[in-house]
């Protein structure tokens, strides 16, 4: 239910939102002040108004544990684009400042980044797996180790070749796992629970006003609900409204383009 949530579009996503905290907060005023249930409303009457402090410092807290998790998920999703795209970016450099010809070299590293950029990226924000990244790797793989490498341009060159290889393999892999990460339905329930509650303690405090009532439980529910969207549009880093780009890896196909 919650992953279904977090696919949806961006003004799906807060129209839940909004939905769920705007029928909390009309319950929470009609069981306050309707005539079947003043009565016994008036008996909780008395609440001071640190209490709902008290909930929505817990609330806060843990809305932040969750933005933290998601957030720094974002910036290793960032992290490991870039670091894939500068170790195939380093092949290059390397494979033309040798002495010798690696235009074959060259090609290999294009057609990776093509099948990266062209079929893996478009897969990977579908929670699919693309084919032909693999075979593409692979190609690569055999072409740094290629003996002839170390006779022609050193043993130096083919080493930078191998591990700008590897690094950019382990980046992949890295990208790769954080694409396929989420946050734990249970952390998610908590939070929305907890915005719950803490609507709830903000009515027991205004108990004696409808209007003043209506006014924080309007005030909270909107803050509630422009955080815990914005949180969720970044749940997935790959996909989505806000997300990370293939620009690192896109300039590369502009390089061996030319």
Same mark, same amino acid.
């Given at each position: 239910?919650? &992953?279904?949530?977090?696919?949806?579009?961006?003004?799906?996503?807060?129209?839940?939102?909004?939905?769920?905290?705007?029928?909390?907060?009309?319950?929470?005023?009609?069981?306050?002040?309707?005539?079947?249930?003043?009565?016994?409303?008036?008996?909780?009457?008395?609440?001071?108004?640190?209490?709902?402090?008290?909930?929505?410092?817990?609330?806060?807290?843990?809305?932040?544990?969750?933005?933290?998790?998601?957030?720094?998920?974002?910036?290793?999703?960032?992290?490991?684009? #870039?670091?894939?795209?500068?170790?195939?970016?380093?092949?290059?450099?390397?494979?033309?400042?040798?002495?010798?010809?690696?235009?074959?070299?060259?090609?290999?590293?294009? &057609?990776?980044?093509?099948?990266?950029? &062209?079929?893996?990226?478009?897969?990977?924000?579908?929670?699919?797996?693309?084919?032909?990244?693999?075979?593409?790797?692979?190609?690569?793989?055999?072409?740094?180790?290629?003996?002839?490498?170390?006779?022609?341009?050193?043993?130096?060159? #083919?080493?930078?070749?191998?591990?700008?290889?590897?690094?950019?393999?382990?980046?992949?892999?890295?990208?790769?796992?954080?694409?396929?990460?989420?946050?734990?339905?249970?952390?998610?329930?908590?939070?929305?629970?907890?915005?719950?509650?803490? #609507?709830?303690?903000? *009515?027991?405090?205004?108990?004696?006003?409808? *209007?003043?009532?209506?006014?924080?439980?309007?005030?909270?529910?909107?803050?509630?609900?422009?955080?815990?969207?914005?949180? *969720?549009?970044?749940?997935?880093?790959?996909?989505?409204?806000?997300?990370?780009?293939?620009?690192?890896?896109?300039?590369?196909? &502009?390089?061996?383009?030319?």
């Amino acid at each position: 239910m919650i &992953k279904a949530w977090l696919d949806f579009p961006i003004l799906e996503l807060f129209a839940v939102l909004s939905t769920l905290y705007a029928t909390t907060g009309a319950v929470i005023v009609i069981a306050s002040f309707s005539p079947a249930t003043v009565v016994r409303m008036r008996r909780v009457e008395g609440v001071v108004a640190p209490f709902s402090g008290a909930v929505g410092v817990l609330f806060a807290f843990l809305t932040g544990f969750l933005a933290n998790d998601i957030t720094d998920r974002n910036r290793q999703a960032a992290r490991a684009v #870039q670091s894939e795209a500068a170790e195939l970016r380093n092949i290059y450099a390397v494979s033309h400042a040798s002495v010798s010809d690696m235009a074959s070299l060259r090609s290999v590293v294009a &057609k990776y980044v093509s099948a990266l950029v &062209k079929d893996e990226w478009p897969a990977m924000a579908q929670d699919q797996k693309a084919r032909s990244p693999a075979p593409a790797y692979d190609a690569l793989l055999r072409e740094v180790s290629d003996p002839q490498i170390a006779q022609t341009a050193g043993g130096a060159v #083919q080493t930078a070749l191998l591990n700008a290889a590897v690094g950019a393999g382990r980046a992949r892999s890295e990208r790769l796992a954080l694409a396929s990460d989420r946050t734990i339905d249970a952390k998610w329930i908590l939070v929305l629970i907890l915005g719950v509650v803490t #609507q709830i303690s903000i *009515g027991l405090v205004h108990l004696k006003r409808v *209007g003043a009532q209506i006014t924080a439980l309007t005030v909270f529910s909107i803050a509630v609900v422009i955080a815990l969207g914005l949180i *969720g549009l970044q749940e997935r880093p790959f996909s989505g409204d806000i997300r990370v780009e293939p620009g690192p890896l896109a300039e590369l196909t &502009k390089i061996a383009a030319q």
